[in-house]
């Protein structure tokens, strides 16, 4: 079994900051890549931030200079530090992870349960 626990979402004024953090934890045996996708009702869900287990990264380019995604490989977990944050950032951001939970299976994608944003102009 595996779980991805997010948190850090809310409600935040136009300009201001938020940070989401999600914890990867049950049966993993490596983790090649996490990051974050968001989702608006009546959208598909799209890439925000991801960065991989060597700290290569890769962003939307509606947040690139304002997100900044890090890791900490030895606990599992993914930061997404957004500053700038504007109405359109609105959405409920899911975290991801790409895993193999032993050594002979093969790589998986897992995804949290999703946190709100809310900013209001």
């Known amino acids: 079994q595996v779980q991805l626990v997010e948190s850090g979402g809310g409600l935040v004024q136009a300009g201001g900051s938020l940070r989401l953090s999600c914890v990867a934890s049950g049966n993993i045996y490596s983790i ?6 968001r989702q608006v009702p009546g959208k598909p869900r799209e890439l925000v931030a991801l960065i991989t287990s060597g700290g290569s990264t890769d ?5 690139k200079g304002r997100f900044t995604i890090s890791r900490d490989n030895a606990k599992n977990t993914v930061y997404l530090q957004m500053n700038s944050l504007k109405p359109d950032d609105t959405a409920v951001y899911y975290c991801n992870a790409f895993l193999k939970k032993t050594i002979w299976s093969s790589m998986n994608w897992y995804w949290g349960q999703g946190t709100q944003v809310t900013v209001y102009s």
């Open 32 to 37: 090649h890549s996490m990051g974050y996708y």
């Open 59 to 63: 962003y939307a380019e509606s947040v």
